[in-house]
């Protein structure tokens, strides 16, 4: 059994999804429920997953603990070029179409309203489309990034394709992966 701190609609759904898929079972604590969540974090994010004894942060390497507990198809256990893909992806979609993301939210919180927002915002988006052109070139030969099925980089990106609603841009969402 784990539990999982979670923000709703947060990067956190990756790791719940994950936990679904892998039939294991969670509760789940809402970390902006708490008074005092940087007990738990002090970073104040979520991800944060127990494991028995065991506090991990971080969801690229809760990912890789749980997939290796827990061999599926949402991650090849063997070392080869299908892991070291995997990986890649799973590093992309962290650390790059994350903090990406996190442009879009930082605007929103520090600049004020107005057209130098708005120019920011549309900077942001710019990467970001980039970055969804490079995930639909991918995606034309292949349903998922993990090839025929879903691994753990298509979960975190289908969680990221519902940020961008919450801003006044346009993000261009590739098909294949809406689907
Ligand atoms: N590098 C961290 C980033 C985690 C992160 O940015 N979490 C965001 C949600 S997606 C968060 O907790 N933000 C605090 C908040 O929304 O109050 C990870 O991959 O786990």
Redesign the pocket.
């Known amino acids: 059994m784990y539990t999982l701190y979670y923000?709703q609609e947060?990067?956190?759904l990756a790791v719940n999804t994950v936990l679904r898929e892998l039939r294991q079972d969670v509760t789940l604590i809402r970390?902006?429920s708490l008074s005092d969540f940087s007990a738990v974090n002090s970073?104040?994010?979520?991800?944060v997953l127990i494991d028995g004894d065991e506090k991990l942060?971080?969801?690229?390497a809760?990912m890789l603990h749980l997939t290796n507990k827990h061999p599926s198809r949402l991650f090849p256990a063997e070392q080869g070029p299908a892991r070291r893909r995997a990986v890649e992806q799973l590093m992309f979609a962290?650390a790059t179409m994350?903090p990406a993301y996190?442009k879009l939210?930082f605007v929103a919180q520090a600049a004020e309203d107005g057209s130098v927002r708005q120019q920011l915002f549309e900077v942001a988006t710019k990467a970001i489309n980039q970055l969804w052109g490079q995930v639909e070139s991918q995606l034309q030969s292949q349903p998922f990034l993990g090839g025929q099925h879903a691994c753990v980089a298509d979960i975190l990106l289908a969680v990221y394709s519902r940020w961008g609603g919450a801003f006044p841009v346009e993000i261009t969402i590739p098909l294949a992966l809406q689907a």
């Open positions: 923000i947060a990067c956190s970390a902006d970073a104040l994010q979520v991800p942060v971080e969801g690229a809760i962290n994350h996190s939210f």
